[in-house]
Antibody, heavy 121, light 112 residues
Framework: QLHLQESGPGLVKPSETLSLTCIVS?????????WGWIRQAPGKGLECIGS???????YYNPSLKSRVTISVDTSKNELSLKVNSVTAADTAVYYC??????????????WGQGRLVAVSP | DIVMTQSPDSLAVSLGERATINCKSS????????????LAWYQQKPGQPPKLLIY???TRESGVPERFSGSGSGTDFTLTISSLQAEDVAVYYC?????????FGQGTKVEI
C-alpha cells in the first residue's frame, strides 16, 4: 500500500527558502508515475506547484516556476520541494501526491496528509 | 493556463435529493487521439486531503459509491450525486490534466 508522508519546518521566515520532504513507502519512485506537490492556502482552493516524472523530467506551475525546485533522492525514495524567497502568500498546506501516468501528470490517485507551513517573521 | 470555473460556489441539498455541480474549462479537454476528456473530480472533507472520485470525466475510482457520477465532454462537465447522504457534505473540486500544468476549479461546497 502506497504511503506518502510530508515532513519539514512548519514555520519559515519571509524571504527564506521553504524546504519539504516527502517520504514514499510502498512503491519505488524510480519505477514510474508522476510525483508532485499541491498546496492549499488556508480556506482556499487547490494549486498545483509542479510534478516530476520518474525519469527526472519536471513540470512547474508557470506562476511559481522561477522560485520552485522539485527533485528526487532515489536512494532514500524521497521527493523534495524547495520554494525560494517566500512571502505570506506561500502560507499553505503542502501535499505530496502521485498522479496517474497518462503521458502528462494525470488525476491524483494518492495524497499525503499534508504539512502546514506558515510564513511569518 | 487552462482556467476551470465551477458553479455554483455552494449549494444546499436535502438528504436523499440530487446534487449537481458544474465545471467549465477555458478550452476543450477532449484529446483527439484517444477520445478521452482529461478531467477529474475530487471530494475534500475538513482537515483531510482531497479524495479522487472520478477520472476521464466519467470513470469512477475504485471504492467510490455509485451515487457519484461524472458526465460531459469538451469544455462542460458535471458531477452528480444522485441521492445525497450526510457523509457527502464536503467541498468538491474539478481538475484538468489536459495540460502538464494541472489546474483546479475554485471548489463547490455541498451542505445539507
Amino acid at each position: 500500500q502506497l504511503h506518502l508522508q510530508e515532513s519539514g519546518p512548519g514555520l519559515v521566515k519571509p524571504s527564506e527558502t521553504l524546504s519539504l520532504t516527502c517520504i514514499v513507502s510502498g512503491y519505488s519512485i524510480n519505477s514510474g508515475y508522476y510525483w508532485g506537490w499541491i498546496r492549499q492556502a488556508p480556506g482556499k482552493g487547490l494549486e498545483c506547484i509542479g510534478s516530476l516524472y520518474h525519469t527526472g523530467r519536471t513540470y512547474y506551475n508557470p506562476s511559481l516556476k522561477s522560485r520552485v525546485t522539485i527533485s528526487v533522492d532515489t536512494s532514500k525514495n524521497e521527493l523534495s520541494l524547495k520554494v525560494n524567497s517566500v512571502t505570506a502568500a506561500d502560507t499553505a498546506v503542502y501535499y505530496c501526491v502521485r498522479h496517474q501516468s497518462v503521458g502528462v501528470p494525470g488525476a491524483i490517485e494518492y495524497w499525503g496528509q499534508g504539512r502546514l507551513v506558515a510564513v511569518s517573521p | 493556463d487552462i482556467v476551470m470555473t465551477q458553479s455554483p460556489d455552494s449549494l444546499a441539498v436535502s438528504l436523499g435529493e440530487r446534487a449537481t455541480i458544474n465545471c467549465k474549462s477555458s478550452q476543450s479537454l477532449l484529446y483527439g487521439s484517444n477520445v478521452r476528456n482529461y478531467l477529474a473530480w475530487y471530494q475534500q472533507k475538513p482537515g483531510q486531503p482531497p479524495k479522487l472520485l472520478i477520472y476521464w470525466a466519467s470513470t469512477r475510482e475504485s471504492g467510490v459509491p455509485e451515487r457519484f457520477s461524472g458526465s460531459g465532454s469538451g469544455t462542460d462537465f458535471t458531477l452528480t450525486i444522485s441521492s445525497l447522504q450526510a457523509e457527502d457534505v464536503a467541498v468538491y473540486y474539478c481538475q484538468q490534466y489536459y495540460s502538464e500544468s494541472n489546474t483546479f476549479g475554485q471548489g463547490t461546497k455541498v451542505e445539507i
